[in-house]
């Protein structure tokens, strides 16, 4: 039943992403054609600063709603309060610093932007405990159909400003259209309201826990958008806009497994915390489904990096195509880094994960300060070193948790990193002897990459691909099952 639940969770909520990431991509391929990348670099000078007042905003309460089992209405409503009081605080204080942050980076325009984006706090401050109910519930159906509405909305009107000539206002009001019409879509479809209450007592009990989740986030949040303070004030937003596109698009297939995963692991890494061989086993089904389709993603892109910015982006984009690739080899462990954070999250660990998130973040600080002198492609390969680095770090201390380390966890994922190398190879190959057009060559070679690729794991047999078609029939048969049982 447990798996059966989490196969469909997981099916919704990868629905849910992927449509979502869709629509917004799709919108970002339009306005990149439209807009400069100076355009997105200007609105990307922003992204540490808000990125870190929506941090500030959750609390970690979020984290601390869904881990813990015994939460009831008084507890919902505590971190709902605090949320929206500490949201009204951390707009304010964007409005304060506006000022300095355009005399800072000397761009103007950052004053008025950073006042709009102030608003984009406090509208998902709003609706922050409504989006965590539902998935700790689970409801990912909901979801999908709220993020495909808030992103169509908002890309529409992002398109029609850059049509008119805004530029960049038309991205800063993709972003605050975004959380308006989620927020407000949330309260229309729930039926969940906070109570007129604030227990302390509740607000102890969730801080206890949230609050070390919410400095090692602010620890997470603060070092992947320093890039964003290094690059900007160092290059300018021209060059900002390249490695921004770049990253963006790396995070577009790792931010989906890392979502879809996310979200159904995390409630059931909690429900399960009680027995280490389920929770090992959902450890070892994670890391090998999920590097499963992650290593060819990463790895395919990263050959193909030219002619895929050069067809989707354009020309005009082309610098970013190096980064793009340094950086696929970076997000190779990202499922990885994912499962083992969420996993100590899940025991109740989160001291210790801040722990491990300064001591991760102090490495990458001085790697990213140290390459920064080597431009764009030197802060991409120490994103690299940073992986590498802090991945070994963690699994240091989860291994004793679930006796499930980092020598087992590679071992896992080695068949598809061989298999996944090989096929890069192949494409790369085929793109230096075939001379053709940029779009049939992205399109018929990534065909081939996964061709091939799903073909040699399937006929190899290897773990990671039967126990997805395992998993798959048996959730099938017991539909099925439940079907033949239930009267028509």
Not at 204 to 220: E, I, K, T, V
Not at 224 to 229: A, E, F, H, S
Not at 357 to 372: D, F, R, Y
Request: hydrophobic share 55%; glycine share 8%.
């Amino acid at each position: 039943m447990l798996k059966k639940r989490a196969f469909n969770a997981t099916l919704w909520s990868g629905a849910d992403i992927l449509l979502r990431q869709g629509l917004q991509f799709a919108v970002s391929v339009a306005l990149t054609r439209m807009l400069t990348p100076s355009d997105f670099g200007t609105v990307a000078l922003l992204g540490l600063f808000t990125a870190v007042a929506g941090v500030l905003v959750d609390g970690g309460l979020s984290a601390a709603l869904i881990q813990r089992q015994d939460v009831d209405h008084v507890d919902e409503s505590t971190a709902f309060w605090s949320n929206l009081g500490v949201g009204v605080l951390a707009a304010a204080a964007l409005l304060l610093l506006a000022p300095a942050i355009a005399a800072f980076y000397r761009v103007p325009l950052l004053g008025p932007l950073m006042q709009l984006m102030a608003l984009n706090v406090f509208l998902g401050a709003l609706g922050a405990i409504h989006l965590t109910l539902l998935r700790k519930q689970l409801e990912f159906r909901r979801q999908m159909l709220i993020g495909a509405v808030a992103a169509t909305a908002s890309g529409m009107l992002a398109i029609a400003m850059a049509l008119h000539g805004r530029g960049v206002w038309a991205l800063a009001a993709q972003i605050v259209a975004t959380t308006g019409v989620t927020t407000l879509l949330l309260w229309a479809t729930g039926r969940w309201r906070p109570a007129l209450t604030f227990s302390m007592r509740s607000a102890r009990r969730l801080f206890s826990f949230g609050g070390y989740h919410m400095a090692a986030n602010l620890l997470d949040v603060a070092y992947m958008r320093l890039y964003t303070l290094v690059i900007g004030k160092l290059f300018g937003p021209r060059e900002l806009g390249y490695y921004g596109n770049a990253d963006t698009t790396v995070q577009l297939p790792g931010g989906f497994l890392s979502g879809v995963f996310g979200r159904v692991v995390f409630p059931m890494f909690s429900a399960t915390t009680g027995d280490p061989a389920i929770l090992r086993r959902g450890k070892q089904f994670g890391v090998r489904s999920m590097m499963l389709v992650n290593v060819p993603m990463m790895l395919g892109m990263a050959v193909l990096s030219t002619q895929f910015v050069r067809t989707v982006f354009g020309e005009q984009w082309l610098p970013a195509a190096p980064v793009l690739s340094v950086l696929c080899v970076a997000a190779l462990l990202t499922p990885l880094h994912m499962i083992n954070a969420y996993a100590l999250i899940a025991h109740g660990q989160a001291q210790l994960l801040f722990r491990i998130e300064i001591a991760k973040k102090l490495i990458g600080v001085l790697l990213m300060v140290a390459c920064a002198r080597f431009g764009l492609i030197g802060i991409a390969w120490s994103q690299v070193a940073y992986s590498i680095i802090s991945y070994l770090l963690m699994t240091r201390f989860t291994a004793p948790l679930v006796d499930y380390g980092a020598g087992r966890q590679l071992r896992d994922a080695t068949p598809a990193f061989v298999i996944g190398l090989s096929m890069a190879l192949l494409v790369f190959a085929f793109d230096r002897l075939w001379e053709a057009p940029a779009p049939l060559k992205l399109v018929v070679l990534t065909a081939f990459g996964a061709a091939f690729y799903a073909l040699t794991a399937y006929l190899l047999r290897i773990d990671a691909a039967m126990d997805v078609l395992t998993l798959f029939r048996r959730v099938r048969y017991e539909e099925g099952v439940d079907g033949a049982r239930t009267p028509p």
